[in-house]
Nanobody, 125 residues
Framework: QVQLVESGGGSVQAGGSLRLSCTAS????????MGWFRQAPGKAREGVGS????????YYADSVKGRFTVSQDNAKNSWYLQMNSLKPEDTGTYYC??????????????????WGQGTQVTVSS
């Protein structure tokens, strides 16, 4: 059974930075896609970025390209979201997620079958 635990959320002013962490337990050998999603109040959950465990291939939503970076530490079964130059529109609950395959260039909530508990990110102006 796979379980994801995330941390690192908080409140920052616009232009600030935060680093989110996600650690998985229960992964078996093979390739996983390790992703990040976010959800603002009253809005649908949307993909932020992802990384394939085997290849290191990364994908980003257009809204965060150049500002956010996804990285991994496979020895720790962990992945991270470094968020720089934060904007108020980045505010929301951030979730780490995973599925047992390579990442795809698009983000689909239904594709990910493992989810973290969520961590709040608030960016004030």
């Amino acid at each position: 059974q796979v379980q994801l635990v995330e941390s690192g959320g908080g409140s920052v002013q616009a232009g600030g930075s935060l680093r989110l962490s996600c650690t998985a337990s229960g992964f078996t050998s093979g390739t996983y896609c390790m992703g990040w999603f976010r959800q603002a109040p009253g809005k649908a959950r949307e993909g932020v970025g992802s990384i394939s465990s085997s290849s290191g291939r990364v994908y980003y939503a257009d809204s965060v390209k150049g500002r956010f970076t996804v990285s991994q530490d496979n020895a720790k079964n962990s992945w991270y979201l470094q968020m720089n130059s934060l904007k108020p529109e980045d505010t929301g609950t951030y979730y780490c997620a995973a599925h047992g395959d390579y990442c795809y260039s698009f983000f689909s909530v239904s594709l990910y079958n493992y989810w973290g508990q969520g961590t709040q990110v608030t960016v004030s102006s």
